[in-house]
């Protein structure tokens, strides 16, 4: 029982001291950025394909994982890196390489390692469309980075990526898509077909802080599955010393999983961002 409640136990201590730190911060000024840049760095991290150069450090850990009620963390590290490309076109790089221990969720094992990375590349236009529209398409890869057979699918993969999205004021609000399938890899693991929808909605609040709800929905057309976890998180943009970062917390709770599948979680985040200057 005292093995079980241990994660649980730590989360809440993190918890704490997250937001203690960033209310000691906020209250004091002296980690805050003069607000107006703060709220328009605040809109830019709403916007998956703005010209902003930030590098995230997203830790999710789910909860009631597995036949024995195990728990997995992934903390996902995803640079994204604007390249301009002419007058008229961006090219956003998005990187995401999950990091994952888990603990009976596999045969009552625990599995560390690298999972497979994702790359998405969005080509989108400088300027807005007539009705306020702001949206990018390109490919999505997969890469079989996976160090643990229980931690990836040991299969290469691409297909399309598309994301479309409209700021009005205080709000950001939109929807980016995905589909993979496996194009090579180890024969005798499973062949990949997925799709990745996530709507979203952000709400600035002034002050630099953001409030934000997505679905991140999956669908594996191979097990013909959903998994649906409703994030729902804040945050707040600050300066840690001299570096500008955007630091959240939130929860989540799965409408949808596969058996076995993880029941609620919760979701901590520090990103650092690098504006052009």
């Known amino acids: 029982m005292v093995r079980a409640q ?25 980690g805050a950025p003069a607000t107006h840049d703060a709220d328009a760095l605040a809109k830019e991290l709403s916007n998956p394909v703005s010209t902003l150069i930030s590098v995230p450090f997203q ?15 992934t903390l996902n590290v995803q640079p994204v890196y604007p390249v301009s490309l002419d007058s008229t076109w961006n090219m956003i790089n998005r990187v995401i390489l999950p990091i994952t221990y888990q603990d009976n969720v596999v045969d009552s094992q625990s599995d560390f390692g690298l999972g497979d990375t994702t790359v998405e590349i969005f080509f989108s236009p400088k300027a807005k469309t007539s009705g306020g529209l702001i949206w990018g398409v390109g490919p999505a890869l997969l890469l ?35 589909h993979i399938w496996s194009l090579a890899g180890t024969g005798t693991r499973n062949e990949i077909s997925s799709t ?14 953001t409030f934000t709800v997505n679905l991140e929905s999956t669908y594996d057309w191979k097990a013909d599955q959903w998994t649906i976890p409703v994030n729902i998180v804040a945050s707040q943009v600050l300066k840690l010393g001299s570096q500008l970062a955007s630091v959240g917390i939130g929860g989540r709770y799965y409408v949808e999983a596969p058996a076995n599948g993880p029941e609620w979680g919760i979701r901590l985040f520090v990103t650092l961002m690098f504006p052009e200057h």
């Open 196 to 209: 990745f929808i996530q709507p979203f909605y952000a709400y600035g609040a002034g002050h630099g802080r």
């Open 6 to 30: 241990a994660p649980r136990i730590l989360v809440l201590a993190a918890l704490v001291l997250v937001v203690h730190n960033v209310h000691a911060q906020v209250s004091s000024g002296s």
């Open 144 to 178: 079989p980075t996976a160090t643990k057979d229980a931690l990836g699918g040991e299969k290469w993969g691409a297909g399309p990526t598309a994301l479309v999205l409209k700021q009005e004021g205080l709000l950001t609000y939109g929807l980016l898509v995905n």
């Open 59 to 73: 830790e999710n850990l789910d909860f009631a994982v597995g036949q024995t009620d195990g728990w997995r963390s």
